[in-house]
């Protein structure tokens, strides 16, 4: 079977299947898999001393492990017929993306404190982020949703894309690996400063482009000078080196202040802000929010499967 199927057959239809589908809670999903993975190797692992060089070897060992696994496991089915090849790249391609799930959490907090109130709206964003939400105000509820959406944007659908594009299905599921590292190890903290940092910088690393993409494809196909202004002016001011980006350029096309000071783990972290209109958001910009992120991800699939057409054909 020609190339230039094998590898967008998989990624459209991997893509669609999101889009109809999400993530369901009662289908199993490998994300889970690498999350007790990493949960056993550290409690194994992060004790006594030298934790950075052990983190390190737990990182690279199920990094690659993810990797040689879908490597071998997509040359294997290839051998033996085209079509289960077809079948194990779509169903890991559906499983790389969060697109669909992603604008589904973010329109439950919105709906939850439209039509519940403030208490219910809180519980609801804290499914999504790590911030303390218990004291968070409506227009800080909203903010964080949208943030979390940009960010996740990035991390959840571009970046996933972005290494299935240079090495299929292996390199998506190894990305999500380190993604899912990171979400778990990588926080800077007494247990895990020195354990996760290797984590931690490897997912800097890995989204550095990606964030960019995503900040750039937001823009573009919003039409948004100033958001393109923001990405400039403050992509770079965030703590992270990546996160500020995809802010930024929503920040921008919404013409909303983002950031300040926030609760994380009983400790309060400032962050810079983004923009300076503290406007309210109100409740019906979730849809045109929701909207930015199909954009994004349907042209990025497309825009992945011509680069795909053009090479091999």
Request: net charge positive; proline share 4%; with cysteine.
């Amino acid at each position: 079977m020609d190339k230039t199927v094998l590898l967008i057959l998989p990624l459209l239809t991997g893509y669609l299947l999101d889009l109809l589908l999400g993530d369901p809670d009662w289908l199993p999903h490998p994300i889970r898999l690498f999350g007790t993975a990493i949960y056993k190797g550290e409690k194994l692992l992060n004790k006594g001393t030298n934790r950075f060089w052990k983190g390190t070897l737990l990182t690279l060992v199920l990094c690659a492990a993810v990797f040689f696994f879908f490597q071998i496991s997509s040359v294997f089915l290839l051998s033996l017929h085209p079509v289960l090849y077809l079948i194990f790249s779509t169903v890991f391609v559906f499983y790389g993306l969060a697109n669909k799930t992603l604008i589904r959490e973010g329109r439950k907090v919105f709906q939850a404190l439209e039509t519940q109130g403030l208490e219910a709206g809180r519980k609801q964003l804290s499914r999504i982020v790590g911030r303390d939400t218990t004291t968070l105000t409506p227009q800080q509820i909203r903010i964080a949703v949208l943030e979390t959406m940009s960010e996740n944007l990035s991390d959840g659908v571009i970046a996933p894309l972005f290494y299935y594009a240079i090495a299929g299905v292996p390199g998506m599921m190894t990305y999500k690996m380190i993604n899912t590292l990171d979400s778990m190890i990588g926080y800077r903290n007494e247990r895990y400063e020195q354990f996760g940092k290797f984590a931690a910088r490897l997912d800097d690393v890995a989204n550095f482009i990606p964030a960019r993409i995503t900040a750039l494809l937001m823009v573009l196909l919003s039409g948004s000078l100033r958001g393109l202004r923001f990405i400039f002016k403050y992509g770079n001011q965030h703590k992270s080196p990546n996160s500020g980006y995809p802010e930024a350029a929503l920040a921008g096309i919404m013409d909303t202040r983002f950031g300040g000071p926030n609760t994380y783990h009983g400790k309060r972290v400032e962050k810079p802000y983004i923009g300076v209109n503290d406007r309210a958001v109100l409740h019906h910009e979730i849809t045109r929010v929701s909207s930015i992120n199909h954009k994004v991800c349907g042209c990025a699939v497309l825009l992945i499967a011509f680069i795909i057409y053009l090479i091999y054909t």
